[in-house]
């Protein structure tokens, strides 16, 4: 099994940045694809974010172009989601995932196999 362990969420206020990680453990594959979601009160799961272990392509979405930049330190088994220009509806609970192979930058969540507890950002006007 794997395991998906974020950190860095908080409070900050509009225009303001955060660093998200994620650390993963436990069971190893050859290829992978890592992906960042996020979810609001009220709201279903949505696609933010997604990288192959190689670190060699990146898929966002729109709403967070030019702001929000996934990583990846394939040595380290870390992801990062560092969030700039942050806006109050980016307020939500942010979830690392994984996909147990590589085959595209997938944005739906039924594509995933593994999932963190996720970690909470909250944006202040």
């Known amino acids: 099994q794997v395991q998906l362990v974020e950190s860095g969420g908080g409070l900050v206020q509009a225009g303001g940045s955060l660093r998200l990680s994620c650390a993963a453990s436990?069971?190893?594959?050859?290829?992978?694809?890592m992906g960042w979601f996020r979810q609001a009160p009220g709201k279903e799961r949505e696609f933010v974010a997604s990288t192959p272990w190689s670190g060699s392509g990146t898929r966002y979405i729109d709403s967070v172009k030019g702001r929000f930049t996934i990583a990846i330190d394939n040595a380290k088994k870390m992801l990062y989601l560092q969030m700039n220009s942050l806006k109050p509806e980016d307020t939500a609970v942010y979830y690392c995932?994984?996909?147990?192979?590589?085959?595209?930058?997938?944005?739906?969540?039924?594509?995933?196999?593994?999932w963190g507890q996720g970690t909470q950002v909250t944006v202040s006007s």
């Open positions: 995932a994984m996909r147990s192979y590589y085959s595209g930058l997938y944005a739906a969540s039924s594509e995933y196999d593994y």
């Open positions: 436990g069971r190893t594959f050859r290829t992978y694809t």
